[in-house]
């Protein structure tokens, strides 16, 4: 089974940019990334696929974050512009056949934290 690191977190003001990154021990199935805020539901971010790097985001992010891969390194970026306050959070890499519906898998990072502060 695949395992999954991320890494990159941390604090931002209001405005900034953060960059996350998952590392992969091998290339599985199409990734993503989910966050989750205290006293939130767990929220799709990004989803990208290993082959042709097709990319979904949820409506939430949607022109300032991201997703991007290398396949040669077996990982994931998450790059998260013009952040907003909404936006901290646990950010967990995820690896499952439909992240691109924004569905999650099974297959769970240990999350970094994002927090934005304003």
Do not use: H
């Not at 989910?34 to 409506?59: H, M, N």
Request: proline share 2%.
């Amino acid at each position: 089974q695949v395992q999954l690191v991320e890494s990159g977190g941390g604090l931002v003001q209001a405005g900034g940019s953060l960059r996350l990154s998952c590392a992969a021990s091998r290339r599985t199935y199409p990734m993503a990334w989910f966050r989750q805020a205290p006293g939130k539901e767990r929220e799709f971010v990004a989803a990208i696929t290993w082959s042709l790097g097709s990319t979904s985001y949820g409506d939430s992010v949607k022109g300032r974050f991201t997703i991007s891969r290398d396949n040669a390194k077996n990982t994931i970026w998450l790059q998260m512009n013009i952040l907003k306050s909404e936006d901290t959070a646990v950010y967990y890499c995820n690896a499952g056949t439909r992240v691109l519906a924004g569905v999650a898998g099974t297959i769970w990072g240990q999350g970094t934290t994002v927090n934005v502060s304003s």
